[in-house]
T-cell receptor, first 113, second 111 residues
Framework: DVKVTQSSRYLVKRTGEKVFLECVQD?????MFWYRQDPGLGLRLIYF???????EKGDIPEGYSVSREKKERFSLILESASTNQTSMYLC????????????FGSGTRLTVV | QKEVEQDPGPLSVPEGAIVSLNCTYSNSAFQYFMWYRQYSRKGPELLMYTYSSGNKEDGRFTAQVDKSSKYISLFIRDSQPSDSATYLCAMSDGSNYQLIWGAGTKLIIKP
């Protein structure tokens, strides 16, 4: 069965810390995405990658960076965590461009204190 | 105004009822339409995927697209408590990698 695995379900970090969220997919998918999900705001795209070492900004990239050194792994980095980055973070992958059947991970609930 | 509007609910109905979930959108170029289901503390999972207008049926679920009204619907027949979840609509014009998401409707099926 197709899988997207996020390394942590829950994280608590302090303001100013550098935070790494890891995502691994085992489906040989080309595209990978990082979203954050907040009540009433739905899913907002932070960054996506359509190939190894390629990345594109989404709607809300400020305060975040990403890394995709291998096809199966896509990392989200919070350079200096702030309280307004407390959120649910969801990683997703899809087979190819214009294939919108995304497979999501279970999410990481990040709290910044 | 958001590109995709979706009533957040919650929508509470008795078991066995027919459920209608809806999204409206403003971009007439959208042609790919999806419904995702999200259980509590889980990521969304793809439920239905339609292209352009018309209906698509899968078991108890029917997705309907009305491009002239910029309106999509998801119908759930014989609703079950296990259908209790948040349902998100998503759509794209096909020109890039991105989906535009509704905020989700929380559905509660009462036994």
């Amino acid at each position: 069965d197709v899988k997207v695995t996020q390394s942590s379900r829950y994280l608590v970090k302090r303001t100013g810390e550098k935070v790494f969220l890891e995502c691994v997919q085992d489906m040989d998918h080309e595209n990978m995405f990082w979203y954050r999900q907040d009540p009433g705001l739905g899913l907002r795209l932070i960054y996506f990658s359509y190939d190894v070492k390629m990345k594109e900004k989404g709607d809300i990239p400020e305060g975040y960076s990403v890394s995709r050194e291998k096809k199966e792994r896509f990392s989200l980095i919070l350079e200096s965590a702030s309280t307004n980055q407390t959120s649910m973070y969801l990683c997703a992958s899809s087979l190819s461009v214009a294939n919108y059947g995304y497979t999501f991970g279970s999410g990481t609930r990040l709290t910044v204190v | 105004q958001k590109e995709v509007e979706q009533d957040p609910g919650p929508l509470s109905v008795p078991e066995g009822a027919i459920v209608s979930l809806n999204c409206t959108y403003s971009n007439s170029a959208f042609q790919y339409f999806m419904w995702y289901r999200q259980y509590s503390r889980k990521g969304p999972e793809l439920l239905m995927y339609t292209y352009s207008s018309g209906n698509k049926e899968d078991g108890r679920f029917t997705a309907q697209v009305d491009k002239s009204s910029k309106y999509i619907s998801l119908f759930i027949r014989d609703s079950q408590p296990s259908d209790s979840a948040t349902y998100l609509c998503a759509m794209s014009d096909g020109s890039n990698y991105q989906l535009i998401w509704g905020a989700g409707t929380k559905l509660i099926i009462k036994p």
